[in-house]
Nanobody
Framework: QVQLVESGGGLVQPGGSLRLSCAAS????????MSWVRQAPGKERELLST???????GYGDSVKGRSTISRDDAKNMIYLQINNLRPEDTAVYYC?????????WGPGTQVTVST
């Protein structure tokens, strides 16, 4: 059974950093492309970053240059480090994986950037 669980969100001041984690079970993270997506209130989901099975990575414009996606195959987890957080980064952050044509999502973790 494929399961994803995000953690690491919270309240952070503008300019701060967070490291989000995504624990996977039921499959090996090294085998599939995995992504981080966020959704702010009233807005559409936004693709932030993807890491391929080859470990090649890609980033959306909103986080490019201030974020890093990574993977720990031994722990079967992926991570997203975001620096220089801004109020507009406030959203629920999700990890997902595409397996055999189906997307699987975690429940998300809330990130709030505010003073």
């Amino acid at each position: 059974q494929v399961q994803l669980v995000e953690s690491g969100g919270g309240l952070v001041q503008p300019g701060g950093s967070l490291r989000l984690s995504c624990a996977a079970s039921g499959f090996a993270v090294s085998t599939y492309a995995m992504s981080w997506v966020r959704q702010a209130p009233g807005k559409e989901r936004e693709l932030l970053s993807t890491i391929l099975s080859s470990t090649k990575t890609g980033y959306g414009d909103s986080v490019k240059g201030r974020s890093t996606i990574s993977r720990d195959d031994a722990k079967n987890m992926i991570y997203l480090q975001i620096n220089n957080l801004r109020p507009e980064d406030t959203a629920v952050y999700y990890c997902n994986v595409l397996i055999s044509g189906d997307f699987y999502w975690g429940p998300g973790t809330q990130v709030t950037v505010s003073t």
